[in-house]
């Protein structure tokens, strides 16, 4: 996510800095009684709080025509997965639906004008049509997490993992490996990503939360 927008000028490091303000803002406000994987949670908030950066920083995203147009079908797509299924679909779900890339999915995502989450036009699980969307249940950032300082204070927290533990959150949120596919790249057990990218999170919560991970 932070690599293909990079190249549009803005720095790798700061947008890595900007979408893991959104990871440690889906840890705090996920809930599993919404009916979704964390994963699904956790995307489209970072995506939002990438968008957040651009649009704050006075950043104009030029969205070419097919990104335009796929923007457009993957709101239908999500809106009639998402009554049929009871809840938002992921981007492999709906790129796997579409026959596309899930890369191209997630650049749509981002690219679009209105986007805010993974469905900002299906309802909420549990919810009739019209009534509760989910760009309502996901809502803003925490203000404890806006702004600068906060991507600033993520950085020491950040470089402070260890190696293992930062390459797990990168192959898990910014590639989307699932956990059986990063633990087959480390040469480790998918129980022991579970554990380690666990206590990353963990690490990062309480680090922003200025608690001991302890």
């Known amino acids: 996510m932070a690599h293909r927008y990079s190249r549009r000028g803005e720095s790798h ?48 995203l030029s969205v070419p025509r097919r990104l335009k147009e796929l923007h457009h079908r993957l709101g239908v797509t999500m809106s009639l997965l998402s009554q049929e299924w009871g809840r938002a ?52 950032c925490d203000s404890a997490l806006e702004g600068v300082e906060n991507r600033e204070s993520l950085r020491p927290l950040l470089a402070a993992l260890p190696e293992r533990e930062r390459t797990i959150i990168a192959m898990r949120f910014f590639e989307f490996s699932t956990q059986t596919r990063i633990a087959e790249r480390l040469g480790v057990s998918q129980m022991q990503v579970s554990r380690l990218l666990a206590r990353a999170l963990h690490t990062l919560r309480a680090g922003m939360d200025g608690t001991s991970a302890d």
């Open 13 to 60: 490091d700061d947008l890595v800095q900007v979408a893991c303000v959104g990871l440690v803002n889906a840890v705090n406000r996920y809930d599993v009684q919404l009916g979704y994987g964390f994963l699904a949670f956790a995307v489209p908030t970072m995506m939002g709080e990438v968008r957040r950066y651009f649009r704050d920083s006075g950043w104009a």
């Open 89 to 140: 679909p992921t981007p492999s779900e709906l790129a796997a639906h579409l026959g596309i890339d899930r890369a191209e999915v997630v650049e749509a995502l981002i690219a679009g004008d209105t986007y805010r989450a993974t469905s900002i036009e299906a309802a909420a699980p549990g919810e009739a049509a019209g009534q509760v969307v989910l760009a309502e249940r996901l809502g803003e």
